[in-house]
């Protein structure tokens, strides 16, 4: 019995470490390892292990060790600024320009270009977001786009056709005001539509009024068209005062949770991604019916629908040991059969412009073909090709606060962002010209 | 004076030298070499990734005139001025209530040290629920009283939306911080159990009240116990990141109200990719922390007293 202990101690030891071991795939010999760091987790890693795998069992040159990696961003610079960066790393698309500027990425141009990669294979704005200063820095993985989500149950109850969302901001005000319900106290209950809800995308209401974020030459936060939207923004507070807005707001649960506004029919319309049917197909009460149509823009007029295309992106991090061979990955990643079965697996739609005839018969998300179409629209944008980005989003999330709460008036809350990021734009194309020649030549070198 | 050292005064000197050799090293690899490396970065245009370029007191010329950082800067002390005497005066307090002979002392002093133990990011997410202002304990806790006020007076009042309004945020990241009294108070009691006893002995002799021993004996014994409990605590209300880092999700709070110096260092460094410019924020933050321990120092040298000195 003295003994018993100790050997119980050993034997459960053993038995963690080899069971551990047996999970861990034997690389056959004489294969060139690479290896892949991506962000994704949970069943997104999961759709890109099975490729990784495919990709594995179809050569046997090279092998793929894809490990899921929190706070990428941080890792990834450290890595590449330590020497010792991994051979592909999966981005998203909204970094690119910082990376590429700081010449922290392998520019992919030439491989591409022996591999017959060309930018008509993609939905336009796809290759167009892997692009930055003339160059070529990822390729596509798996992408997105946003559109109006809305619950058809209570457009249905509240005497609404539940198959028309709708068409114009004004339209939307309209289902809004008839779907507010307070309690008996006055304090809201439910909404037809809250722009804070879920509030990531702060910075690009002005895009649905006409407005833009950049230029091309300087920051435009102060434009009339986004003017307009928190002129738009603005009127919340006033219609719904806004200790009533905040604390209707702390009463929501977490997005991915059954206490999710959305799915407790809390709000009634969101801003939302394809993932969102993932979401809904976990945590949303059975039987939940939901549609997907353009986010509308202010001016009904408006030829064509508005909406933020995102992708997450595949690169060579510069200094990766094995470059040709992590190209071969991401260009058998970019290849129609594996790019749908990741796209498949992670619920989202093809950056390919080209998609098997099953691919839509297939797809779980019912609504996928509608996120596709709008990403196609000729006035889908993306998020400016800017190193800034980071420092727009938080302030742009500031100036929203400020007139949410009503502490600020739109015109003074963008102007003061305005200011601050122009001179941070200005400075940035000061440092910018120290490096850009030596760079521009280093990345045109055959 | 002038004397050379004997063979066997250098051997002393190599064996003190080789057992001091772990920290030196430490000190010399992991504070010094960053230090100096920092103090050269905050006058480069930095990013990691890229050379760096020296452009000599630009980033101290921007800091100045940065009004976000003027902002962090302000959060940051306000919340040291409440945050340090509120948690001195309560783990005081605390010490001393459970310093008396009551019964199952043991237990509650356990009880209040415990939440001490707690990792930082539970706390923030504890209290990020706790603060809610919809569904929150505290306000369910407020409600009923300020529903009587507002019946006896006619008021309106209604508890606040903690961490959304930019008027309480802080004071809810102050109320969070009380969470953490347990170390002090442990300090405190150790303290308090070494004030000699017959220094009350001949006070109660004398007549002396409660209150004049706590003033006279207890107080001055403990000086240098409060002396090191409050720098301790004022460098960790200068270094505040974890629990508003949670809190916000990685933003500033409304109107930025929960955007301290450390936050803001960190935004620079890893998120903005100025790493120049967070060097100048650090080494901005460890002069304010240096100037302000160089301050506790003179007062305590006329206010700590230290028995037998």
């Known amino acids: 019995m003295k003994n018993l202990l100790p050997r119980l101690f050993w034997i459960a030891a053993f038995s963690l470490l080899f069971s551990s071991c047996g999970g861990v795939p034997e690389i056959p010999p004489g294969r060139t390892v690479i290896r892949y760091w991506d962000k994704w987790s949970g069943w997104e890693a999961e759709a890109m292990r099975a490729v990784v795998d495919d990709f594995n069992r179809s050569q046997d040159r090279i092998w793929v060790e894809f490990s899921s990696t929190s706070h990428i961003n941080r890792k990834l610079m450290l890595s590449i600024g330590g020497g010792v960066p991994p051979d592909v790393a999966g981005l998203f698309g909204n970094t690119l320009a910082v990376y590429a500027e700081n010449n922290a990425l392998t520019p992919l141009d030439r491989m591409a270009r022996e591999a017959g990669i060309h930018g008509e294979d993609y939905v336009p704005i796809f290759w167009d977001i892997c692009h930055h200063l003339g160059h070529l820095w990822a390729l596509p993985s798996s992408p997105a786009c946003l559109g109006l989500v809305w619950n058809k149950r209570i457009f249905r109850e509240n005497g609404l056709d539940p198959e028309r969302p709708p068409a114009s901001i004004r339209e939307l005000e309209q289902i809004n005001d008839r779907l507010v319900r307070r309690d008996a106290q006055g304090r809201l209950q439910s909404i037809g539509h809250l722009p804070s809800e879920p509030g990531w995308w702060p910075a690009i209401w002005g895009w649905w009024f006409g407005g833009d974020l950049w230029d091309g030459k300087r920051i435009t936060l102060n434009s009339p068209g986004n003017l307009a939207a928190m002129d738009w923004i603005a009127t919340y507070p006033r219609r719904f005062q806004s200790r009533d807005l905040l604390s209707f707001r702390d009463g929501f649960g977490n997005f991915a949770s059954p206490q999710n506004a959305f799915f407790t029919g809390r709000v009634a319309m969101v801003l939302q991604g394809p993932w969102i049917h993932t979401f809904i197909e976990k945590y949303a009460p059975p039987g939940f019916e939901w549609g997907v149509a353009a986010f509308p823009a202010a001016d009904p007029a408006t030829p064509a629908p508005i909406t933020l295309v995102e992708t997450d992106v595949l690169v060579i991090p510069a200094g990766a040991r094995h470059p040709r061979e992590a190209f071969a990955f991401i260009r058998y990643v970019n290849e129609r059969a594996a790019m749908e079965k990741l796209c498949l697996g992670q619920r989202k739609f093809s950056p390919l412009r080209k998609v098997s005839s099953d691919f839509f018969q297939k797809h779980p998300n019912p609504h996928i073909r509608t996120f596709l179409d709008l990403a196609k629209s000729p006035l889908a944008k993306h998020v400016p090709p800017l190193t800034l980005w980071a420092m727009m989003e938080s302030d742009m999330k500031q100036a929203f606060g400020k007139v949410w709460s009503g502490a600020a008036q739109p015109q003074a809350a963008l102007e003061e962002v305005q200011q601050h990021l122009q001179a941070e734009y200005e400075n940035h194309q000061r440092r910018w010209s120290r490096l850009a020649d030596t760079l521009q030549r280093q990345w045109d070198a055959p | ?309």
Request: neutral net charge; glycine residues 8%.
């Open chain 2, 1 to 309: 004076m002038g004397r050379t050292m004997s063979a066997a005064d250098l051997r002393r000197l190599g064996t003190g030298f080789m057992f001091i050799a772990p920290w030196l090293v430490g000190f010399l690899a992991l504070s010094l070499y960053p230090f100096l490396s920092s103090l050269y970065l905050s006058t480069c245009d930095y990013s990691v990734l890229a050379p760096a370029v020296w452009i000599g007191p630009e980033n101290y010329t921007a800091l100045s005139r940065d009004p976000i950082f003027w902002k962090a800067a302000g959060n940051t002390v306000l919340f040291a001025m409440v945050s340090v005497p509120l948690g001195l005066v309560l783990s005081f307090c605390l010490a001393l209530l459970l310093n008396a002979e009551i019964p199952a002392r043991g237990f509650f002093r356990t009880v209040f040290f415990l939440p001490s133990l707690m990792p930082l990011v539970c706390l923030a997410v504890l209290w990020l629920w706790l603060l809610n202002g919809d569904l929150g304990l505290v306000n369910a806790c407020l409600r009923p009283g300020l529903q009587t006020l507002n019946d006896l007076f006619g008021w309106h009042l209604s508890p606040p939306n903690w961490l959304q309004d930019p008027r309480f945020a802080l004071a809810g990241l102050v109320l969070t911080g009380i969470w953490g009294v347990g170390h002090p108070m442990v300090i405190f009691l150790a303290g308090l159990q070494e004030v000699p006893r017959h220094l009350y002995e001949s006070a109660d002799i004398d007549g002396a009240s409660r209150w004049q021993k706590l003033r006279h004996i207890t107080l001055p014994m403990l000086s240098p116990v409060i002396y090191f409990n409050g720098i301790m605590a004022l460098i960790g209300c200068f270094q505040v990141f974890a629990v508003p880092y949670v809190m916000t999700e990685g933003g500033d709070g409304p109107e930025r109200s929960l955007l301290f110096l450390a936050t803001y260092l960190y935004q620079h460094a890893f998120e903005y990719w100025n790493m120049g410019y967070a060097c100048a924020i650090g080494l901005f933050l460890f002069a304010l922390i240096l100037g302000l321990t160089l301050v506790a120092s003179r007062i305590s040298s006329r206010h700590v007293h230290y028995e037998g000195a």
